[in-house]
């Protein structure tokens, strides 16, 4: 079964410019998860969809983040623009279902700098 | 607000002893899960613990769970230098749709 594909890995930008994310989650997994980790921190929940509709985005930065997930498959998460504080590991994650007890699986991440 | 300390934060321990990192959380809960964080990597699921006394075993690390204590513990048995990660705990939020928790993570570090 193949995992969490995210792309790029790793991203470098000045600040004010735009950066995009992209992810795919575990096939037939309904809830997908976007976290900001900076490093020594454990994830921030950025948002949450189930399918294709967003359960939570309470601590997304609303004014420079944004994120979609058409057809309740793939997401892509955009910061416009950057700032320095957006620094950080952007993991993507997906889970079964969203009220069972299942475990959320992750991708390998897209370390963002921002300079 | 459902919050979830972790410690020790830090833990240097040499290869073969024993040890614990624990893990409380603040309200009623009794889902939680245990991570592993290598440097660079992302995040690897470890132990899913869904009832009071809940008991799992993999290899040289056992995880607890005491929701009456709203506590959990990672038992490190005879530690080798591979188990060296970071930690993590997360618990299920059930009044914020089921969020995850997240504690501050346990940096362990096994020397030989």
């Known amino acids: 079964e193949a995992g969490v594909a995210q792309s790029p890995r790793y991203k470098i930008i000045e600040k004010r410019q735009s950066v995009a994310f992209w992810c795919n989650p575990i096939?037939?997994?309904?809830?997908l998860y976007w976290y900001q980790q900076i490093l020594g921190q454990g994830p921030k929940l950025l948002i949450q969809?189930?399918?294709?509709?967003?359960?939570?985005d309470s601590q997304l930065p609303k004014d420079r983040f944004s994120a979609e997930r058409l057809k309740g498959v793939d997401s892509t998460l955009k910061i416009q623009p950057a700032k320095l504080e957006d620094s950080a590991v952007y993991l993507c994650?997906?889970?079964?279902?969203?009220?069972?007890?299942?475990?959320?699986?992750f991708g390998p991440g897209t370390r963002l700098t921002v300079t | 607000e459902l919050k979830v300390e972790q410690n020790p934060l830090f833990l240097s321990m040499q290869e073969g002893k024993n040890y614990t990192i624990y893990c409380n959380y603040s309200?009623?809960?009794?889902?939680l899960y245990w991570y592993r964080q290598d440097p660079g990597k992302s995040l690897e699921s470890l132990f899913v613990?869904?009832?009071n006394g809940a008991v799992k075993q993999e290899g040289r690390l056992m995880a607890s769970l005491d929701t009456k204590a709203r506590l959990s513990t990672l038992h490190i048995t005879a530690a080798v230098h591979d188990l060296s990660a970071t930690y993590f705990c997360?618990?299920?939020?059930?009044?914020?749709?089921?969020?995850?928790?997240w504690g501050a993570g346990t940096k362990l570090i096994i020397k030989p």
């Open positions: 997360a618990v299920d939020d059930y009044d914020s749709n089921y969020q995850l928790i």
């Open positions: 309200t009623t809960s009794d889902r």
């Open positions: 613990l869904l009832s």
């Open positions: 969809f189930q399918n294709n509709g967003v359960v939570d």
């Open positions: 096939s037939g997994h309904a809830t």
């Open positions: 994650a997906s889970s079964l279902i969203r009220d069972g007890p299942y475990e959320q699986y």
